[in-house]
């Protein structure tokens, strides 16, 4: 019913930046909560960054100041900015939507297929 799909993940040097963006497809008619995660090899995933329908944003003391989560409503899409980046921040980046309505009632944890981001010289 609801599709996710990341771009914009890649090699960066340290200290560069990336846009990641997510698009979601689907008949969707509200979202509820998107957020971004990451996993490294040999870790668990984790939150990089939240936001909610109302705008209000979270992030782990790890990437606050560096990160930064957006949305637009409007094209069901959320972006992650993400600058001075550095090699700890190496790993795969899945986009999270937290609750969508849909046209059958709602739909709960809406995972992508994941974005590699690698930092290194």
């Known amino acids: 019913q609801v599709q996710l799909v990341e771009s914009g993940g890649g090699l960066v040097q340290p200290g560069g930046s990336l846009r990641l963006s997510c698009a979601a497809s689907?008949?969707?008619?509200?979202?509820?909560?998107m957020g971004w995660y990451r996993q490294a090899p040999g870790k668990e995933r984790e939150l990089v960054a939240a936001?909610?329908?109302?705008?209000?944003?979270n992030y782990p003391d790890s990437v606050k100041g560096r990160f930064t989560i957006s949305g637009d409503n409007a094209k069901n899409k959320v972006y992650l900015q993400m600058n001075s980046l550095k090699p700890e921040d190496t790993a795969v980046y899945y986009c999270?939507?937290?609750?969508?309505?849909?046209?059958?009632?709602?739909?709960?944890?809406?995972w992508g297929q994941g974005t590699q981001v690698t930092v290194s010289s």
């Open positions: 999270n939507l937290v609750r969508v309505r849909v046209t059958s009632g709602y739909v709960d944890g809406v």
């Open positions: 689907g008949t969707i008619f509200s979202i509820n909560g």
């Open positions: 936001i909610t329908s109302g705008g209000s944003t």
